[in-house]
Nanobody
Framework: QVQLVESGGGLVQAGGSLRLSCAAS????????MGWFRQAPGKEREFVAA????????DYADSVKGRFTIARDNAKNTLYLQMNSLKPEDTAVYYC??????????????????WGQGTQVTVSS
């Protein structure tokens, strides 16, 4: 299995930027397509972005397209999420995850078997 640890969250004003990192250990990081999800209080966990195992393909939720960028460095076993032009509605706990199932689609949390503990992102207005 793979262990995932997120970092980089914090408090930022609207319009600001943050970069999240997700450090992987254990089984080969490059074996897995990866994703970022987020969960706000009282809401379900939602898809943010995904990246293929080599990084050649990326996908984004409409709500973050053009503002967020997902990337991975397989040599460093690290996944990133660059978040620009942040809005108060981006406030949530952000999770990285490794995708192990390929039945329903990238936006479904059940497709991902390994999860980090999450990092809090708070955007003030």
């Amino acid at each position: 299995q793979v262990q995932l640890v997120e970092s980089g969250g914090g408090l930022v004003q609207a319009g600001g930027s943050l970069r999240l990192s997700c450090a992987a250990s254990g089984r080969t990081f490059t074996s897995y397509p990866m994703g970022w999800f987020r969960q706000a209080p009282g809401k379900e966990r939602e898809f943010v972005a995904a990246i293929s195992w080599r990084g050649g393909r990326t996908d984004y939720a409409d709500s973050v397209k053009g503002r967020f960028t997902i990337a991975r460095d397989n040599a460093k076993n690290t996944l990133y999420l660059q978040m620009n032009s942040l809005k108060p509605e981006d406030t949530a706990v952000y999770y990285c995850a490794a995708r192990t199932s390929f039945t329903r689609g990238i936006i479904y949390p059940e497709e991902y078997n390994y999860w980090g503990q999450g990092t809090q992102v708070t955007v003030s207005s």
